[in-house]
């Protein structure tokens, strides 16, 4: 077998990866022939590439490295329990202790209601976990008619077809037969880019009350549950008008209708708070868990689960798992980053210290005359670009023109900031610190320059008709 290691040239290693590596949601054409980057080590909130590129990641990953990278105490908690049990499943009336444990943290952090964790290896499986459960809820409640899940356009809820169905990203759907049947798709509440003349208030209550509308035409009767992200992430980080959660909340307790929310970004601390719930005043049935659950250092997602569903799932045979649900080492991981969060109060370093820093970096950005606005919820944030900031104006072209070459500028300025159409994204480790945060914004404002003298030079700093 070839050893692959840093110390090959970086032109060999990216030539080996374009010959057999398949990447996520990359054309694979395009990547080979400029050759992927190849990251080779990190530290806190900095990668290195294979050329000695030292990285802000201000992305965390993707979404998830929340502690920050290199942690040493992670790497020995995995090491002590591959050595202890590397590995039993929880099928078969067993259980381990890295599982117990966990699922007891869990339900010790989440609200008071939700107690009950089913592990899975990431956010898609979890997902495709809560579809089956609140089905097979309501079927053992003698109505398994009640079956359908209503979801948001632009919603990202993973990539298996479970979940990706679940998700509402249009482009995902045009490919390998999704969406699956009885999944249905209602507006986001993105009042930047739909919300027209409508106050932020009054279009946030709109787009809660299409939730009412589809339940009412699908029949309450027929409806299982509904699925959001408490702050729309892969979407483009879309903070929901104040008046839209309450008024969703409101809907699914009139016609009985179970509310998921997806915290597999916010969960952790992303928003200050635990979960996003809490942030956006949010009593879910399910909350989904992954990507911080473990910051990333080891694959575990999972769905916590209200006392009542419980109650009704394990009252029945749940046919249903995966051969990595719970697994000793991702465990005993997620158990470490749980107690370092808890005893470094990384919750605390994020409301007190974090936001406000990158609040406050992200305000000195807002006169840049690409950006339109700041979204800020805790450490995750989107900056709008546009040609126009009154009237919210969309760039002639090709959405998605203008942000992609604003994150290359990035790249070549040694920041991780990702782009979802002309949104920049903003999603750091949760441990940065007000100096690093600087960093960040002189990075930042280097890309956003060289990326408005682009636009000047091609004559593309026009609005859409
Ligand atoms: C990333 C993500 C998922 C999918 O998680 P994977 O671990 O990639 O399967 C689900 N929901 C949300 C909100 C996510 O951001």
């Known amino acids: 077998m070839a050893s692959i290691t840093n110390h090959l040239p970086t032109a060999e290693l990216q030539a080996l990866d374009a010959a057999h590596h398949m990447h996520p949601f990359t054309t694979g054409d395009e990547l080979a022939a400029k050759g992927a980057r190849v990251i080779t080590r990190a530290k806190g909130v900095f990668l290195t590439d294979s050329e000695g590129n030292e990285i802000l990641d201000a992305m965390a990953g993707l979404w998830c490295v929340n502690l920050g990278y290199g942690r040493p105490e992670m790497g020995e908690v995995a090491q002590r329990q591959m050595s202890e049990l590397p590995y039993y499943n929880t099928f078969f009336q067993t259980t381990h202790v890295p599982g117990i444990a966990l699922a007891k943290s869990l339900a010790d952090l989440a609200p008071t209601h939700l107690n009950h964790v089913f592990f899975a290896g990431s956010g898609s499986e979890a997902n495709d976990t809560n579809l089956r459960m609140v089905r097979t809820y309501w079927a053992e409640k003698g109505q398994p008619e009640k079956s359908h899940v209503i979801s948001r356009k632009n919603a990202y809820h ?33 009042w930047w880019a739909e919300g027209g003349d409508h106050t932020p208030d009054a279009f946030g209550l709109a787009r809660a009350q299409e939730l009412e509308a589809k339940i009412l035409e699908l029949g309450a009767e027929n409806v299982a549950a509904f699925i959001g992200e408490p702050v729309q992430g892969a979407g483009g980080v879309i903070i929901p008008p104040s008046t839209y959660w309450p008024e969703i909340q409101r809907i699914c307790t009139k016609y009985d209708v179970l509310l998921i929310a997806d915290e597999v970004i916010c969960g952790f601390g992303r928003t200050g708070n635990w979960f996003g719930s ?12 992954a990507k911080g659950l473990s910051s990333g250092y080891a694959p575990i997602g999972g769905s916590i689960v209200s006392d009542d569903i419980a109650a009704v799932i394990n009252a029945c045979e749940f046919n249903h798992g995966y051969t990595y649900s719970g697994h000793p080492v991702c465990a005993a991981v997620a158990q470490e980053n749980l107690r370092i969060m808890q005893e470094e109060d990384i919750l605390t370093h994020v409301r007190e210290v974090a936001a406000p820093a990158l609040k406050s970096a992200l305000d000195g950005l807002a006169d840049h005359p690409l950006v339109g606005t700041v979204n800020i919820s805790g450490m995750m944030a989107s900056l709008p670009l546009t040609p126009h900031k009154e009237s919210r ?3 002639a072209g090709d959405a998605g023109t203008v942000g992609y070459m604003c994150r290359e500028h990035c790249f070549a300025n040694n920041l991780v900031m990702r782009h979802v159409g002309d949104r920049m994204i903003i999603s750091p480790p949760l441990v940065i610190t007000p100096e690093e945060i600087e960093v960040f914004a002189n990075r930042a404002k280097k890309a956003l320059d060289a990326t408005y003298k682009d636009l000047k030079d091609k004559d593309m700093l026009k609005a859409a008709s």
């Open 158 to 190: 993973g990539s298996s077809v479970g979940s990706g169905s679940l998700g509402g990203m249009a482009y995902m759907h045009a490919q390998g037969g999704m969406p699956i049947p009885g999944i249905h798709h209602i507006g986001q509440p993105d």
């Open 278 to 289: 809490e942030t956006m005043g949010i009593t879910p049935d399910i909350m989904t868990i």
């Open 393 to 395: 104006a969309k760039f």
